[in-house]
Each structure stands twice: as structure tokens, then as C-alpha cells.
Nanobody, 115 residues
Framework: QVRLVESGGGLVQAGGSLRLSCAAP??????LGWFRQAPGKEREFVAS???????FYADPVKGRFTISRDYARSTVYLQMNRLKPEDTAVYYC???????????WGQGTQVTVSS
């Protein structure tokens, strides 16, 4: 059974940085991504990375967030710089299944950006 485990969330001031990590054993051949859900809003796509290293970003985070992965550690990262209060959300790691859907999800990690 695939199990994704996120870490690295927390409280940071606007303009600061955080790095999220997600252990994704068994998904080395799959695309991995980050999504987020703010209070009262739907879950939204943030970034994804597929083999070998093709990356995609949502417009609100382009130029500020960087997704990367370490295949040796089966881990995907999300480096978040110049954080804004509107980045406050629960961030979820996701893995793509063979059907092409984001079928594997972590439990989420809270990121709070204070103004």
C-alpha cells in the first residue's frame, strides 16, 4: 500500500521560507505533486514533477516555489520562498497512479504565513 508522509510545515512571517518534504516510497516512476487547501476553499494544484525532472507550477507560485525530488530517498520537496499570507493552507503531497489520476495522498501539513 502506498503511503505518503509530509513534513516541514509551520508558522512563518511573510517574506520567509519553508521547505516541505514528502516521503513517497514505491512511486519512483510516478509523477509527484503538491496541492493545497485554504480554509473555505477547494483544494488546488501547486506544483508537480515527473521523470526525469519535468516540472509544472501554478501561476500564483511561479518564481517563488521550487519542486524537486531525490530518487535515492524517494522524496519530493517543495521549497517555498517569499511566502505570502495567501499561501496559508494545508499542503498535501500526491502521487499519480497508473491511471493518470492523483490517487495517492498524504495526510497534509499546515503552513501558516503571518503578515
Amino acid at each position: 500500500q502506498v503511503r505518503l508522509v509530509e513534513s516541514g510545515g509551520g508558522l512563518v512571517q511573510a517574506g520567509g521560507s519553508l521547505r516541505l518534504s514528502c516521503a513517497a516510497p514505491g512511486l519512483d516512476g510516478a509523477a509527484l505533486g503538491w496541492f493545497r487547501q485554504a480554509p473555505g476553499k477547494e483544494r488546488e494544484f501547486v506544483a508537480s514533477i515527473s521523470r526525469p525532472s519535468s516540472t509544472f507550477y501554478a501561476d500564483p507560485v511561479k518564481g517563488r516555489f521550487t519542486i524537486s525530488r531525490d530518487y535515492a530517498r524517494s522524496t519530493v520537496y517543495l521549497q517555498m520562498n517569499r511566502l505570502k499570507p495567501e499561501d496559508t493552507a494545508v499542503y498535501y503531497c500526491a502521487g499519480e497512479s497508473s491511471s493518470g489520476e492523483w490517487d495517492y495522498w498524504g495526510q497534509g501539513t499546515q503552513v501558516t504565513v503571518s503578515s
